[in-house]
């Protein structure tokens, strides 16, 4: 099972990135149970390099997940539960929200050299964070 | 004063995010003063467009910046005060992290139309969010 609360372990960019932030109101209204079906279906999908996700107890989230190229993205934005979820997200789940898709290309970390992709090149270095 | 807690409001892509995932060990240590202190100065910095920032109770966090340019995300970096925040950060505050640098080519969103930078062109569609 994928833990989407801790650093996603990325290969070396360039691969993608849907960076979600979303406000949710009051109440569950079985979200935790969807989010979690999300996140073991999306780590099925063909591309999917992992998963980043947040939110706070007032109801701001960020979700970032992590593919390796625009086609893995559209798969998944097709994908018939994934498409149910997002109906629903927008009826009954999210205040508002919006969706970023970017192109990821560099980064830097400080992370146990276990948690690296092993095909990726990058190693820590002594650049540091930015906030 | 910049809310980081809410959805930032960036113009029509292109434009550049520095997503920061880290984890914190417990205890504040000057944390919180030295993060409210940086989104008040990122935010004064040339090119900054918004950010988005979330913390869960188990001390995972992620950090969106928006920037117009990679020069914009450079001088911020070398900003004299954020880089001694960047160096305590490795040394107090963070067990580990990653710092990746995307550029966003689309956006798709829901949130009330005042909250839109008014020369953005993106409307609100009909296209889901992705998880």
Known sequence: MIS???????PSPPYYAVIFASRRPHGDRGY???AERM?????QMPGFLGVESVRDVDGFGITVSYW?????IRQWKAHAE???AQR?????WYTDYIVRIAKVERDYCRMPEQLRQPSSSAKPTEIPPST
């Open 4 to 10: 989407a609360s801790s650093l996603a372990k990325t």
């Open 32 to 34: 935790d149970q969807m």
């Open 39 to 43: 996140v073991a279906l999306a780590s």
């Open 68 to 72: 390796e190229s625009e086609d893995a």
């Open 82 to 84: 994934h498409q149910i």
């Open 88 to 92: 629903t997200g927008k009826a009954v």
